[in-house]
Every structure is written in C-alpha cells, then in structure tokens.
C-alpha cells in the first residue's frame, strides 16, 4: 500500500515550457487535490476532484489545469510555466471532500523550478 | 472563510508537554478542526481532528471551547521528532465554497 505516489520528484523548467505533474492513490479515495506551498508558507489549493469525473477551481487555479484520469489518478498541467510558479506542488487524496471529518492523505511532493 | 490565527514558533524542550492553539473567530456552525504535522520535504501529515470538547488518540489532545472560537493542539511529552511545522485548519470544501487554506502554521522545535 503505496499511499499516494508523485512524480517527478524534481523537475526544472523554463519559462514557457509545460509539463504535467502525475498523482496516483491506491487507498479508494474518492477526492483528490492539488495545493502548493511556497517557502515558508502554508498550503494553498489549486484544484480538487471530489469525485471521479468531477473537478473544481481551488483558491489559486490561474495557470494549472487538471485532469481526473480515472478514480486513481489526478494529474496538474501547467501549459506555460512562469517563474511565479516556483513551488513545491502536493497531491492529497480523502475518502469524501476534506473538511467534514474526512482527513486528507498528502504524497511526498513535486519540487519545481521555473527559470 | 474561517480564517485562522497561530503563533509563528513555538521552543520546547524535550519531555514537555507542548501546547498550541489556533485561534478561529469566525468558524462556521458545521465546522471541523484538524491538525497536520509537516517534517522538512514531506507532505502534511494529519495528527487529529475534532467538532467540540476534547478528543484525544494515541499521540495528541486536541481541547475546544464551548465558544469553538479557538483550538488547542497539546503534545505530551515531546521529543525530538516531534521538531516540525503544525497547522491548524478549519472548514472544508461544501457547496460552492473553496476552504482549504492551511495558514503559514507553527515551527515547533524541540531541544534537548
């Protein structure tokens, strides 16, 4: 039981270029997010699924778009990086939508820099 | 949006019980509180999550006032793994409304 799995671990960008940062769960979760944490700050949310087919705008959407591939996975592309997206991005996952009583399981983390 | 309020960092030394508390002026009748716990490079961890009163597991206590306009997250006995960044959070996603924010959270370091 792998929990919830993120890839790349490191990824350097430059201005312009895109990529797509991948998340997986294998704990049956119904939701799934993507916040990120700049240095020495908290979280913010980007984008959350709280079904399989369903996605929604977080507090910081501009720049990202989602995809819910299936019931696993949930992946955040970002179609022009820009150095103001220098952060480190984390995948969570919950049983129901997080806040009434369902805790949120987080992967490791993407590390990514935008020059 | 329930906004919340926690002292930037907190010493302790080892062995102490640590309290910290979250204040939450504006929190809404159907909310919950968590805390997660983040070591250095790891996503947040939860620690536990309470409506009213008190609840208590295995590592931590988690103490609500009647008003449930602030939280206190007490650690027993700390020790040096326990060094790491709490944050309190209150609400959640319903309806419309986007409430994940997590706050920039308390640095709690523990010496020996």
């Known amino acids: 039981n792998a929990g919830v799995t993120q890839t790349p671990k490191f990824q350097v960008l430059k201005t312009g270029q895109s990529m797509t940062l991948q998340c997986a769960q294998d704990?049956?979760?119904?939701?799934m997010y993507w916040y990120r944490q700049d240095p020495g700050m908290g979280l913010r949310l980007i984008y959350y699924?709280?079904?399989?087919?369903?996605?929604d705008k977080g507090e910081v959407p501009n720049g990202y778009n989602v995809s819910r591939l299936n019931k696993r996975e949930f992946s955040l592309r970002l179609e022009s990086a820009a150095p103001s997206q220098t952060s480190v991005y984390f995948c969570?996952?919950?049983?129901?939508?997080?806040?009434?009583?369902?805790?949120?399981?987080f992967g490791p983390g993407t590390r990514l820099t935008v020059t | 949006l329930a906004k919340t309020t926690q002292p930037i960092s907190m010493d302790s030394y080892e062995g102490q019980e640590v309290n910290i508390t979250c204040s939450h002026n504006?929190?809404?009748?159907?909310?919950?509180i968590t805390w997660y716990q983040q070591f250095p490079s790891q996503g947040p961890r939860f620690i536990i999550q309470?409506?009213?009163t008190k609840v208590t597991n295995e590592v931590a206590s988690l103490f609500i006032p009647a008003d449930r306009k602030s939280s206190t997250l007490s650690l027993p006995r700390v020790s040096l793994s326990d060094t790491a960044v709490y944050y309190c959070?209150?609400?959640?996603?319903?309806?419309?409304?986007?409430?994940?924010?997590f706050g920039s959270g308390t640095q709690l370091t523990v010496l020996p």
């Open positions: 969570a996952s919950s049983t129901r939508l997080a806040g009434v009583s369902y805790e949120q399981y």
């Open positions: 704990m049956n979760h119904n939701s």
């Open positions: 699924s709280a079904s399989e087919g369903t996605t």
């Open positions: 504006n929190i809404a009748t159907n909310d919950y």
């Open positions: 309470g409506y009213k």
């Open positions: 959070l209150v609400g959640g996603i319903s309806g419309s409304a986007r409430q994940l924010t």
